[in-house]
């Protein structure tokens, strides 16, 4: 069972990148997905979801508006579309399906 997500590094204030998460060992499909992150010196917080058919999708008030949750139950794989990004947003991002969790991709909004 594994989650890797990718695509964090570093970018500017009002800047973009996609988070993906790759998910093998499970059946992708019967899990809905969520998003976390955890920035420094502070406790892990929820970000987004999304349901399990990826219908439904739910975000903190903190992201929303900026950031996007998806999936493609085909390729196993959920995403998070980050837009105006803000130096707040630096985090290690996290996906977790159930009781399972990523290793996490840091992302960092610096100019």
């Known amino acids: 069972v594994q989650l890797v997500e990718s695509g964090g590094g570093l970018v500017q204030p009002g800047g973009s990148l996609r988070l993906s998460c790759a998910v093998s060992g499970f059946t992708f499909s019967s899990y809905s997905m969520s998003w976390y992150r955890q920035a420094p010196g502070k406790e892990r917080e929820w970000v987004a979801g999304i349901s399990r058919a990826g219908g439904g999708t739910n975000y903190a008030d903190s992201v929303k508006g900026r950031f996007t949750v998806s999936r493609d139950n085909a390729k196993n794989t959920a995403y998070l579309q980050m837009n105006s990004l803000k130096p707040e947003d630096t985090a290690v991002y996290y996906c977790?399906?159930?009781?399972?969790w990523g290793n996490g991709t840091l992302v960092t909004v610096s100019s």
């Open positions: 977790k399906a159930g009781i399972r």
